[in-house]
C-alpha cells in the first residue's frame, strides 16, 4: 500500500469519527463530544494535507486531474473552510452538516481511487494550482453558505409550525446564520470571480482562446450569475432570510453541478479525461 493511500484512509476514518462524535454532540446534546470531535477534525485536515502533498510528489502536479483527487481536494477545502467558521463561531452543529458533506466526497473518492494519472501536457501552466486554488476555495465557502441556508430554512420552518426538535436547540439564532451566509457570500464571490479570471488566462496558454464556451464554462458563468445576483439583491434590495438561503442553496446546487454534473454528463475539455494525459 503506498504512503498516499494509508494517509487518505487514516484521513478517511479520522472525518469518520469527526462525524459520528459531532452527531452525537448535537442529537445527544453531549457538548464534550463535539469538542472532541472538532480537535479529530483538525488532525484529519493535518493528515490530509499530508495525503494531497504526497500525491503532489507522487505525480508532480496539483492533484485534481481525475475523479479521486478532485473530491479529496475539494473535501479538504470545505473542511478546512468549516473550521475557520467554526474557530470563529463555535457552532457545533455547523460540523454535523459539515463533516458529512466532506466525508461522502472522502467515500466516493475512495471508491474512485485510481493510479497516479498524468496531466495533459497541453495543460501544464503555473496558472493550473492558481486556477484550482481559487475555485476550490470558492466553492468550499459556498457549501457552507448553503449548509447555513439549510438551516436557517429548517429552524424557520421549526418556528412557524412550533414543532421543535432536538436540532432546534442547537441551532444558532436565525441572524447569526443570515450573518455567516452574507459573509460566505462576501468572500466567496470575489474568490469564484478570481478562479474564473484565472481559469481563462489557463485556457490562453492551454487552447489559446480565453474562453470556448464549453459547458464546464457555460455553467460556471451561470453560477456566478446567480451568486452576483444576491449580492446586488443583499446590497441593493436588501435581501435577507429565507430568499438569501434558498438562493445560496440553488448556487451550490450549480456549482455541484459544474463540478461533478458536467464530466459525466456533458462532453467538456474539463472533463477529467480531457485532463489527463494519453
Not at 33 to 52: M, P
Not at 229 to 251: C, D, E, F, N, T
Amino acid at each position: 500500500m503506498s504512503t498516499n493511500i494509508l494517509l487518505y484512509k487514516i484521513t478517511l476514518l479520522l472525518y469518520f469519527a469527526s462525524t459520528v462524535l459531532y452527531l452525537i454532540d448535537v442529537i445527544g446534546r453531549r457538548t464534550e463530544t463535539g469538542k472532541i470531535g472538532r480537535w479529530i477534525l483538525v488532525g484529519g485536515l493535518v493528515t490530509h494535507c499530508a495525503t494531497v502533498a504526497t500525491r503532489y510528489v507522487a505525480t508532480g502536479h496539483t492533484p485534481v486531474v481525475n475523479l479521486h483527487e478532485s473530491l479529496s481536494f475539494f473535501a479538504l477545502a470545505i473542511v478546512a473552510i468549516f473550521l475557520i467558521f467554526d474557530f470563529r463561531y463555535r457552532l457545533t452543529i455547523l460540523g454535523a452538516f459539515s463533516c458529512p458533506l466532506a466525508l461522502i466526497m472522502m467515500i466516493i473518492g475512495a471508491a474512485a481511487t485510481t493510479p497516479s494519472p498524468t496531466i495533459n501536457p497541453a495543460l501544464e501552466s503555473w496558472w493550473f494550482p492558481v486556477h484550482v486554488l481559487l475555485a476550490f476555495t470558492g466553492d468550499a465557502v459556498f457549501a457552507v453558505a448553503a449548509i447555513a441556508g439549510v438551516m436557517y430554512l429548517m429552524q424557520e420552518r421549526m418556528l412557524k409550525s412550533k414543532r421543535f426538535s432536538a436540532l432546534y436547540y442547537r441551532m444558532p439564532s436565525l441572524d447569526i446564520l443570515d450573518s455567516i451566509n452574507y459573509k460566505c457570500l462576501t468572500f466567496g464571490f470575489p474568490l469564484m470571480t478570481m478562479g474564473i479570471i484565472s481559469g481563462a488566462i489557463w485556457a490562453h496558454s492551454a487552447w489559446g482562446g480565453y474562453w470556448r464556451w464549453d459547458p464546464k464554462e457555460t455553467w460556471a458563468l451561470i453560477t456566478w450569475f446567480i451568486y452576483a445576483a444576491l449580492l446586488h439583491a443583499r446590497l441593493s434590495v436588501g435581501w435577507r432570510g429565507r430568499r438569501a438561503a434558498i438562493l445560496a442553496i440553488v448556487g451550490f446546487l450549480c456549482v455541484l453541478f459544474t463540478f461533478l454534473g458536467v464530466n459525466f454528463l456533458l462532453s467538456d475539455l474539463h472533463s477529467f479525461r480531457t485532463m489527463q494525459g494519453g
